[in-house]
């Protein structure tokens, strides 16, 4: 193939980077399986994702593999040499999905510009239903594994429910998104419907209304399964509350902040702060709030802000405002920042890329806080 057609022509240039990839990785796991496959493939990317889909605690690879339910027998097998996968990220693995994710809405860009599709605001909004439904389809993985505790035969069972754990789960509402939107844009264009934002939008709040009418269902009718609704409530009110506050004071102090953006970073702004709230509720104020159980935070980013303010803070503080908090200001401080960044001028020069490059920033956030959200107002 010829460099210089591949260089000129990005959508070939990611193919090529893509199918590079894909050789590389295969071909490390044949002649390298125990660094390459073992010891960072499995171990960071699969093995949890393999573990979390059979409810174990950890996944153990030691000559064969297995799984373990039980935390003291995970941390046995790792000091014994074993390569032990557990359910959840890590640091390795974050950067790894960060470097992935930006890799294929780069893909996803040159797609929509080969298709002569253009996303601008009506479409990003059109796109929100569907992030609050990623959060919800994962949900229902949840709902799974609490049957499988109590002995019920779950609804999803391995393989089918890797694609409904992260971050596989992405993928999987990714392929209904691009595949609602380029039906929908399909549709506007042979005149069937008048307009391809609407229509796309109308087909987020479907699914997300029978995902989210399953799990009510769930709530009133099975009993391992709860309904606690000021989650819900206190959430969303919230995080509305501390989004439009940043927004408003942002436009009175610095009005160049929101001038590229407009509603679309007031989006932006409720998306992450909706995890950020839904993240403190559960961690810090679960049994005030009125529910049965509390939750440890999964990401390295929460648990070590969570490490650093006990650390500093006095005990008497941390009883009276509990130790996650600050995680909720830097999801109000991280996506001002980026709104910041997206002034008129480089949205003017880059509209399809500037927007999905936001539908990424408010998925990241409102995908894991939802699911969050609705796992505390269900009780699993």
């Not at 999803?156 to 990714?174: H, K, M």
């Not at 391809?196 to 997300?208: I, K, Q």
């Not at 769930?218 to 509305?240: D, H, K």
Request: charged residues 10%; negative net charge.
């Amino acid at each position: 193939m010829d460099s210089r057609a591949v260089t000129d022509n990005p959508e070939r240039a990611w193919l090529a980077t893509f199918a590079a990839g894909i050789v590389a990785v295969v071909g490390g796991s044949i002649a390298f399986t125990r660094t390459v496959w073992d010891g960072f493939i499995w171990q960071y990317f699969w093995g949890p994702v393999y573990a979390d889909a059979h409810k174990a605690a950890c996944a153990i690879k030691d000559g064969g593999l297995s799984l373990e339910n039980s935390q003291t027998a995970c941390v046995a097998a790792e000091r014994g040499g074993a390569i032990v996968a557990e359910p959840g990220y890590t640091i390795v693995s974050e950067v790894g999905y960060m470097v992935v994710g930006l890799f294929f809405v780069i893909g996803v860009y040159l797609l929509l510009r080969r298709l002569d599709i253009g996303l601008d605001r009506s479409m990003f909004f059109a796109l929100v239903p569907f992030m609050l439904f990623g959060g919800a389809l994962r949900v229902v993985e949840d709902a799974t594994d609490a049957a499988a505790s109590v002995g019920v035969e779950p609804a999803i069972d391995y393989p089918l429910n890797t694609l409904f754990i992260s971050p596989v789960i992405y993928f999987t509402v990714f392929g209904v998104a691009l595949a609602s939107l380029l039906a929908s844009v399909e549709l506007a264009n042979r005149g069937v419907v008048v307009s391809a934002e609407r229509t796309l939008g109308y087909v987020g709040v479907t699914v997300l209304s029978i995902t989210i009418g399953y799990l009510g269902f769930l709530g009133f009718t099975v009993e391992y399964v709860g309904f606690y609704p000021q989650v819900v409530i206190l959430t969303l009110g919230l995080a509305t509350l501390f989004a439009y506050g940043v927004y408003a004071a942002a436009d009175r102090v610095a009005p160049s902040i929101n001038n590229g953006t407009g509603a679309v970073g007031l989006v932006v702004l409720w998306g992450q702060a909706v995890d950020g709230v839904a993240n403190v509720l559960i961690s810090d104020w679960a049994g005030a709030i009125g529910l049965p159980i509390s939750y440890s935070p999964k990401h390295p980013a929460n648990a070590f802000i969570i490490d650093v303010t006990q650390t500093i803070l006095p005990a008497g503080i941390l009883e009276a405002t509990g130790a996650s908090w600050p995680f909720l200001l830097v999801k109000l401080a991280f996506p001002l920042a980026i709104v910041w960044l997206f002034s008129e001028e480089f949205i003017e020069e880059q509209p399809g890329y500037s927007y999905l490059l936001l539908v990424a920033v408010v998925a990241v956030g409102l995908g894991p806080g939802s699911r969050d959200m609705l796992r505390a107002a269900l009780g699993i």
